[in-house]
């Protein structure tokens, strides 16, 4: 059993990036009391399903928050990714809500084919007037949750808490019940990833889903 006399062990559940939110010296070890698993990032295969979704996709604008070490970890995956597939990317980096209004204001979206979201709680709570703003130049938005489809996002690839939080239950079982400290334990990436899309979206801006992500979709917003 772990000694609770020792610092009380914490298995965390946090952003997209532990390590560079200094909870753990590296993915193999965290170096102290705790272990985790991270929600992931995904944004690269985002990009990719993007991509063949759409196979006339050549700009797209990224919204990612200066300084949220999620949103760059997510932005710095584009990058690569862009690159690869022929994508222009045209990056805004807002701080506060007030950036997004002004960046929506300022912006021709005749020449954006898309906008993706990495994971990041500001811009999150703006899709809505993303999606107002940008509909009717038939912008799909990728967005990074299930909830953020109601709000006019196109369509998520993301990690489900429910599954990350059975993740971290097994790490715990394995400190309180086998004795492993935690800096023992490696800290974790998602072991499934999950994809979900807004119908009506896809309709009104004449965009055919494939079947394969068809069967595999775990929210449809019709």
Do not use: C
């Not at 965390?12 to 532990?18: M, N, Q």
Request: aromatic fraction near 8%; charge should be positive; charged fraction near 25%.
């Amino acid at each position: 059993t772990v000694n609770m006399a020792s610092p009380v062990p914490v298995g965390f559940r946090p952003g997209s990036d532990p390590v560079a939110a200094r909870l753990g010296d590296s993915w193999q070890s965290s170096g102290g009391d705790r272990t985790g698993v991270s929600s992931g990032l995904g944004t690269d295969k985002q990009l990719e399903i993007l991509k063949e979704m759409v196979p006339s996709i050549k700009r797209v604008l990224v919204i990612s928050k200066k300084g949220d070490q999620s949103s760059e970890a997510g932005l710095n995956m584009i990058v690569g990714k862009a690159k690869q597939l022929g994508i222009e990317l045209v990056v805004e980096r807002p701080i506060e809500a007030i950036d997004i209004l002004k960046m929506l204001d300022r912006t021709d979206f005749s020449k954006i084919d898309a906008i993706h979201i990495p994971p990041d709680t500001l811009v999150g709570t703006q899709v809505g007037k993303i999606h107002e703003k940008t509909r009717k130049f038939k912008i799909p938005i990728i967005v990074f949750s299930a909830d953020l489809l109601k709000e006019g996002g196109f369509y998520y690839y993301a990690s489900n808490y429910y599954y990350l939080g059975k993740q971290v239950a097994v790490q715990a079982e394995k400190i309180l019940k086998k004795g492993i400290l935690p800096q023992n334990i490696p800290i974790e990436e998602p072991k499934n990833y999950f994809f979900g899309f807004n119908l009506k979206v896809a309709n009104e801006f004449g965009i055919k889903i494939p079947a394969k992500y068809l069967d595999i979709a775990e929210t449809v917003i019709k």
